[in-house]
């Protein structure tokens, strides 16, 4: 399995905006997905954005389009979400994960990923 680590979270004002970032050890080979989750306190981990990494295609939560971005460095085998106009309700740890996927859909399940990385705590204060 991949080693997947975060970096990027922290304490931001509501309004302002945060980059993370999640390295992959070693190359990511064309047929994996790329996915970003989060889970506040006492919630269930939910779904924020995921990238086919073989073409870039991108996928959100509906109700996170339009203010997160997620995107890849091929050379550097980074994932980004790129967060911005943060809100309190955006606290969370967030987690990016893995998974060798060919479908046609998209993997917008935690139960879909098999590899996960250990998390980075973001806090949106209002």
């Known amino acids: 399995q991949k080693q997947l680590v975060e970096s990027g979270g922290g304490l931001v004002q509501a309004g302002g905006s945060l980059r993370l970032s999640c390295a992959a050890s070693?190359?990511?080979?064309?047929?994996?997905?790329m996915g970003w989750f989060r889970q506040a306190p006492g919630k269930e981990r939910e779904f924020v954005a995921a990238?086919?990494?073989?073409?870039?295609?991108?996928y959100y939560a509906d109700r996170l389009k339009g203010r997160f971005t997620i995107s890849r460095d091929n050379v550097k085998n980074t994932v980004y979400l790129q967060m911005n106009k943060l809100k309190p309700e955006d606290t969370a740890v967030y987690y990016c994960?893995?998974?060798?996927?060919?479908?046609?859909?998209?993997?917008?399940?935690?139960?879909?990923?098999?590899?996960w990385g250990q998390g980075t705590q973001v806090t949106v204060s209002s």
């Open positions: 070693g190359s990511i080979f064309s047929m994996y997905f």
């Open positions: 994960a893995t998974q060798y996927y060919t479908g046609s859909t998209y993997l917008s399940e935690a139960r879909d990923y098999g590899n």
């Open positions: 990238i086919r990494w073989n073409n870039g295609n991108t």
